[in-house]
């Protein structure tokens, strides 16, 4: 097993650790691996740990030493059929020598890219950990060799597979892009861009978590939220109790407490930092430039304070008054001061030393008398006497106007100590007995202080787990709040958890997109997966239709809403087993083990491969990894090849999921037409088509109001994609329009294409006619007797004028 993280995922890290139970656990060296223990006391042997503890250095975790290593395996299982895809990569050797890798050609990418059917290579962290497990077995399969004379029967990798954590649903990176479940957009304030932020230089874009992330009010509020969006759960007893939560704050006798939470918890911080700094020693923080308020002991206090409020409205018990902060920490000199600032009661020196200090005004002005009464009258001079901390008593005298003490004692009684800007401050004895009997008082307090506040601190940490528990509680309590407030706010509805493989959405809407639009228009879903002979409906629609379809196909014109509806059913799914509750009228949900899509190409220079390439790395990946549990999504596949060749591989992939004993849910969308007209995917119980309604008026002069959007689901199939129309809608010239037009109804009829492209209108026919014309006559000329050039330009003047005429 491999542990590439760092202290922030220490409770995902045990987690995994718990489900994969492993015998040996790889980390970087630039990992803290304190925090992968189970608990701080095993820190530093192996002895009370149930897996070896192997710190491997940085680079065996590196990308491309990993993409390397995969692409040294050969894991092809015997019944793949396999070719070899070469790549130029060292250059042309000669071209006498014609095998591909005599050319400086490799098979590196192409094995890389048969890998990637397998696999998400485009997590650096998940490959790079894996280079991590290839380079441990590499050296124990060398170690074993010398040990057992050369036998290297062990260690052999024979297949390489991606899991998710039990009780989590499967969401790869391409789910996440094409659902828009988070969306990371750069920063635009400059001050959080730039290497060597602690905090990322990106910020949540317009996407399904941004929306309920505005809700939460904790950092570990929002930290914890975002995990739950990361991994959906499919168990469904803690999704119920997700639901259940939700429901009880949603009821309207709960307003108020709802709303007392929520203003409490805006006062509550993390406090695993705050734990670590006061560890560390650290208790101020920056309290000289923001205030006090930033301190460990503010953020102790308000989170006991606000935590007894979030306890009453909870109605449960916490021992947060315990600590008895209020009781030894002054609030008010705190703040003033900028300090940690000790109550008065607590410790009798230090109360004796704070009564000196507060009075020593009275006794500097009785000393700054007695010294005034021995400057010569003559002299009208203020004299003051000042205390400086570390400098300790001093008197201090103003300046003359050539920048000299206007008086600086008598004989040598008087010693300068340094000069301002306007005054000049000296010792004499009364000084240095003031020094000596009183001491640097004000620093004398603030040892003691910190004395006190070190004792304070380590009663603290008595109670450290307490806290930390008891913070990551409110930051789960902040996340299900969010949840139950982005419900009551986007008007969504609590769904039916059902144990049946099904889908049924009323009035299911898309969450992001509606609030994109003026208006939305709810459509309705139902899909059931897994065997037909073990079917089990569980609502009335079921029961009319005992199985129901595990396959949609849509069809319909460009901008008709496939797409969204496409993404809106699988969003509805993915929100039910986050939590949450769903947009929709209504909904019965069976638990999805895996949402897979192919949708958006990510297309890049750094791949080595086309777009329709892409489109097959992502269709490979799905099937590899569908179940009879499993939510697919394919959006228009087979578009960016040769027509015949995408109809054949689309209408294959669908063969292939409708034939599976236990089918997956499909959601399929295609232009494809031909599939159907040509009778190439025969109707069956299993296979419901549908499209997405639009209303076309011929007598409409302008384009773009000769079709209207409905955006209405409805069953059956769509004939016509409208192209030619969307194409004159986003400012296609409508001379091409009109020609694509022609073109179209010839194919339709069944008429030569090339033939019609071959044939010229009437104005390139006259054309035509007047350029044969020219050069007949051109032809026709005699010019043995024309031997001046005046004479051949006034024939060719003669030539053109007859022609225009």
């Not at 290579?121 to 998940?126: G, P, R």
């Not at 990371?184 to 959080?192: F, G, Y």
């Not at 703040?335 to 030393?353: A, H, I, N, S």
């Not at 969010?482 to 986007?490: I, K, P, T």
């Amino acid at each position: 097993m491999i542990f590439p993280f760092g202290p922030e995922e220490t409770t995902d890290n045990r987690l995994v650790i718990e489900q994969t139970k492993p015998t040996v656990l790889l980390t970087s060296a630039r990992v803290d691996y304190l925090n992968t223990t189970q608990s701080s006391e095993n820190v530093g042997t192996h002895l009370y740990l149930p897996y070896q503890l192997d710190i491997r250095p940085s680079q065996e975790f590196s990308h491309s030493n990993a993409t390397a290593k995969l692409a040294a395996l050969e894991v092809a299982s015997a019944h793949e059929q396999r070719m070899k895809f070469f790549v130029p990569h060292n250059g042309l050797i000669g071209p006498e020598q014609m095998e591909a890798e005599s050319l400086g050609f490799t098979l590196q990418e192409g094995r890389l890219l048969h890998m990637a059917s397998s696999i998400d290579m485009e997590n650096t962290v998940t490959i790079g950990c894996a280079g991590a497990v290839l380079a441990y077995l590499q050296r124990r399969r060398t170690t074993d060799s010398i040990t057992t004379l050369g036998s290297t029967g062990s260690y052999q990798v024979r297949s390489v597979e991606m899991f998710s954590l039990k009780g989590t649903m499967f969401i790869n990176r391409s789910t996440l892009l094409a659902l828009q479940i988070m969306e990371s957009e750069s920063h635009p304030s400059m001050l959080n861009q730039g290497p060597g932020r602690k905090s990322p230089a990106s910020k949540e874009g317009l996407s399904i978590y941004g929306l309920f992330r505005r809700f939460a009010h904790t950092p570990q509020g929002r930290n914890r939220l975002r995990q739950l969006f990361l991994r959906p759960s499919v168990e469904m007893n803690v999704i119920c109790e997700r639901h259940d939560f939700i429901s009880v704050y949603l009821r309207q006798d709960n307003y108020n407490a709802l709303n007392k939470i929520v203003k409490s918890l805006k006062h509550i911080k993390n406090l695993r930092p705050v734990m670590v700094n006061l560890r560390k020693g650290i208790s101020t923080g920056s309290a000289k430039i923001t205030g006090f308020k930033t301190t460990v002991w503010a953020t102790l206090l308000a989170f006991a304070f606000y935590g007894i409020d979030i306890h009453d409205a909870l109605k449960e018990t916490f021992g947060a008054d315990a600590l008895s902060l209020r009781t030894q920490v002054d609030i008010d000199c705190s703040e003033d001061q900028g300090r940690t600032v000790v109550k008065p009661g607590l410790d009798r020196g230090l109360d004796r030393m704070k009564d000196t200090y507060d009075g020593l005004n009275d006794l500097l002005k009785e000393v700054a008398t007695e010294i005034a009464a021995t400057i010569p009258e003559s002299l009208d001079i203020d004299v003051n006497v000042i205390y400086f901390p570390q400098l300790g008593f001093n008197i201090a005298v103003p300046l003359n106007d050539r920048g000299d003490a206007a008086y600086s004692g008598i004989a040598d009684d008087w010693e300068l100590i340094f000069v301002t800007e306007n005054r000049a401050y000296f010792k004499d004895f009364r000084m240095r007995e003031m020094d000596q009997s009183l001491g640097d008082i004000y620093g004398l307090i603030c040892e003691k202080e910190i004395e006190i506040v070190y004792d304070l601190a380590q009663k603290v940490l008595q109670y450290e787990d307490v806290l930390v528990q008891a913070s990551d509680m409110c930051g789960q309590l902040d996340s299900l709040l969010a949840m139950a407030q982005a419900a009551s706010f986007y008007n969504m509805v609590r769904p039916r958890m059902v144990e049946e493989n099904m889908i049924r959405i009323k009035g299911g809407r898309h969450i992001l997109q509606e609030l994109t639009v003026p208006s939305y228009v709810p459509n309705d879903t139902f899909l059931v997966g897994g065997s037909w002979e073990t079917g089990s409906p569980a609502s009335q629609e079921a029961l009319e239709n005992p199985h129901g379809p595990s396959m949609l196909i849509l069809t319909g014109p460009n901008y008709s809403g496939k797409s969204v509806y496409m993404k809106q059913v699988a969003l509805n799914i993915y929100l039910a087993q986050v939590g949450s509750f769903v947009p929709a009228e209504k909904a019965e949900i069976g638990v999805t083990d895996k949402i897979l899509v192919r949708m958006n190409s990510q297309e890049s220079v750094s791949k080595i491969q086309s777009t329709f390439m892409n489109d097959l790395q992502q269709i490979s990946f799905d099937l590899k990894q569908v179940t009879e549990r499993s939510l697919l999504l394919i959006d228009e596949f087979g578009k960016g090849t040769n027509e015949s060749d995408g109809i054949g591989l689309a209408c294959g992939i669908l063969e292939h999921l409708l034939n599976l004993e236990d089918a997956p849910k499909v959601i399929a969308a295609t232009h494809f037409h031909e599939i159907f007209e040509n009778g190439f995917l025969q109707p069956r119980p299993r296979l419901q088509l549908g499209h997405m309604e639009v209303r076309i008026s011929g007598e409409a002069r302008h384009v773009e109001d000769q079709i209207t959007y409905l955006y209405n689901f409805r069953p059956g199939r769509s004939n016509k994609s409208f192209g030619t129309i969307c194409a004159a809608m986003n400012g296609i010239s409508q001379t091409i329009v009109d020609r694509a037009n022609e073109l179209a109804a010839l194919s339709a009829r069944g008429e030569n294409l090339i033939a019609a492209c071959a044939t010229l209108s009437a104005e390139e026919t006259e054309t035509l006619a007047e350029a044969d014309v020219l050069a007949r006559r051109f032809l026709g000329w005699d010019l043995s007797n024309t031997r001046d050039a005046d004479g051949l330009r006034d024939m060719l003047v003669s030539l053109f004028a007859i022609t225009e005429e």
